[in-house]
C-alpha cells in the first residue's frame, strides 16, 4: 500500500529551466507534506515544507504547491542549477500522533549544463 | 557540527552475527526516530521515541529488532540473528517537540547520514 507516490522515477532538465517534481498521495488524514533532497552516501536534507491549510509555499528557488482535491503536489525548482542534480523525496505525515514520515520513491533529478 | 550523527557508517556482518547502531540526536530535540532505506526505495518507518519512551514500532519492526533510548538522548537500534534481507541504509532523524497546540508549524525531521548495513 503506496500512500505517497512518485510516478517519475527520473527527470533531465538543463541548466536555469524549471524542474518540476510530482507527488500524489492517497491519504486523507496526511496535513503536512515535505520534499527532501539526497545526495549519494548522506541523509536526506530537508528543503521545503507546506501545511494543508495553504496551497503554495516559497523559499528562494523552491516552490511547493498543495492541491488538496486532487491529492497532488509538486515541487517547483527555478532557475535550475548543476548542484540541484540529486534524488528528491516527497514526504506527508499526519500532525497529530507519532508525525511519522511516509515517503515516495523519489525522483533522480539530473541537471544538464 | 550539531547536526545528527550516526555510528557507525557502514558495517558489514555474516548471516547470524548480531549489529548495534548508535544515533545522536540534535541535543534540543526530543523526537528521534529511525527508518529503513533500501535500494530503489524512499526511507520506511521503523520507531519513535518522545524522549526516553518508544511510542511507536512498524510492523516492519520484527523480534529480532529492538531500540532503545536510555536518559531521552542517544539512540541504539539492535538487530539480532541478522539476516541478508536486513541489508539496507538505517537512517536516523531528530526533531523537536509538537508545538502543534501552539500554532507553530514546526514538524521538520533532520536526518543523520546514516548506516549502511550489509549482510553478507
Redesign the interface.
Known amino acids: 500500500d503506496q500512500q505517497v507516490k512518485q510516478n517519475s522515477p527520473s527527470l533531465s532538465v538543463q541548466e536555469g529551466r524549471i524542474s518540476i517534481l510530482n507527488c500524489d498521495y492517497t491519504n486523507s488524514m496526511f496535513d503536512y507534506f515535505l520534499w527532501y533532497k539526497k545526495y549519494p552516501a548522506e541523509g536526506p536534507t530537508f528543503l521545503i515544507s507546506i501545511s494543508s491549510i495553504k496551497d503554495k509555499n516559497e523559499d528562494g528557488r523552491f516552490t511547493v504547491f498543495l492541491n488538496k482535491s486532487a491529492k497532488h503536489l509538486s515541487l517547483h525548482i527555478v532557475p535550475s542549477q548543476p548542484g540541484d542534480s540529486a534524488v528528491y523525496f516527497c514526504a506527508a505525515s499526519a500532525r497529530k500522533g507519532a508525525q511519522k514520515l511516509v515517503f515516495g520513491q523519489g525522483t533522480r533529478l539530473t541537471i544538464n549544463p | 557540527d550539531t547536526g545528527?550523527s550516526?555510528n557507525p557508517r557502514h558495517k558489514i556482518t555474516k548471516r547470524g552475527q548480531n549489529v548495534t547502531f548508535r544515533c545522536d540526536p540534535i541535543s534540543e530535540h526530543n523526537?528521534l526516530?529511525w527508518?529503513r532505506q533500501t535500494l530503489?526505495?524512499?526511507?520506511?518507518?521503523l520507531t519513535?521515541f518522545q524522549n526516553e519512551a518508544q511510542?511507536?514500532k512498524s510492523r516492519l519492526l520484527s523480534d529480532r529488532f529492538s531500540a532503545e533510548r536510555p536518559k531521552g538522548s542517544f539512540s541504539t537500534l539492535e538487530i539480532q540473528r541478522t539476516e541478508q534481507g536486513d541489508s539496507a541504509m538505517y537512517?536516523c532523524?531528530s526533531?523537536p517537540r509538537?508545538a502543534?497546540n501552539r500554532g507553530s508549524?514546526t514538524?521538520?525531521?533532520?536526518?543523520?547520514?546514516?548506516t549502511r548495513l550489509t549482510v553478507t
Open positions: 545528527v550516526q523526537r526516530y527508518y530503489g526505495q524512499g526511507p520506511e518507518f519513535y511510542l511507536e537512517l532523524a526533531s509538537s502543534f508549524s514538524y521538520e525531521q533532520y536526518f543523520g547520514p546514516g
